[in-house]
């Protein structure tokens, strides 16, 4: 069975310093690994995603993410925030079948102060 | 035009009450999925279809039904609302790939508040 952990429920951070939200995975194979981000009252979007390929994925507005299996994590970063970052962040798996369905980790809401 | 579309948007209503929330997409995917939004526990599957023939429960189907009217359509309705059934519904659509999982695309979402 899959399963996602999100290790911090907020981080907190001041505009312009590196943002880090970490996810560590628990899967039976290769798993397929998405960050999405909830921004308040919008739906979500996907931010990056990890389909066996190289193990450094980069996502859309600076976002990036390294896949690690021997450490079965697979952390967000951005080397500066911006206030537009404040939101909620998904980390996501899913088992490489074509009947497989995502398990969401439960969230960390990232908090941008000026 | 957004291509996942969710009606309504927002909606209250009375315990014991039944109520269906739809579901629309222009994606031409073959997968949708209904999924529910609690404070703290991020989005939990309620129900799944991979073709209009093909329905199955999620981890949290109690409580609900679905129906697949059409690729484009899947309509989740709760027959006789509860409380703890206020929540953020979402609605999303991936394509059909071989041994692999493809993106989903989320809609907009409906605000539920059940009396």
């Known amino acids: 069975a899959q399963s996602v952990t999100q290790l911090d429920s907020h981080v907190s951070v001041s505009e312009g310093t590196p943002v880090l939200l970490r996810c560590n995975y628990s899967s039976s194979y290769s798993p397929s690994l998405f960050w999405y981000v909830q921004h308040p009252n919008k739906g979500l979007q996907l931010l990056l995603k990890y389909t066996s390929a190289a193990t450094l994925v980069k996502g859309i507005n600076g976002f990036e993410a390294e896949f690690k299996k021997s450490e079965t994590s697979f952390h967000l970063t951005k080397p500066s925030a911006h206030m537009s970052d404040a939101a909620e962040y998904f980390c996501?798996?899913?088992?490489?079948?074509?009947?497989?369905?995502?398990?969401f980790g439960k969230g960390t809401m990232l908090l941008v102060s000026p | 035009d957004a291509d996942v579309t969710q009606t309504p948007r927002n909606r209250i209503t009375k315990t014991g009450k039944r109520i269906m929330l739809e579901c629309s997409q222009t994606?031409?995917?073959?997968?949708m999925y209904w999924y529910r939004q609690d404070p703290g526990l991020g989005l939990r599957l309620i129900y799944y279809s991979f073709d209009v023939k093909d329905i199955n429960k999620g981890e949290i189907s109690d409580g609900y039904s679905v129906s697949r009217q059409a690729q484009a359509k899947f309509s989740l309705s709760l027959e006789s609302a509860i409380p703890n059934q206020t929540a953020l519904y979402f609605c999303?659509?991936?394509?059909?790939?071989?041994?692999?999982?493809?993106?989903?695309?989320f809609g907009p979402g409906t605000r539920l508040t059940v009396l």
């Open positions: 994606k031409g995917h073959d997968r």
């Open positions: 996501v798996v899913s088992e490489p079948s074509g009947y497989s369905t995502l398990t």
């Open positions: 999303a659509t991936s394509e059909t790939l071989a041994g692999a999982t493809d993106t989903q695309y």
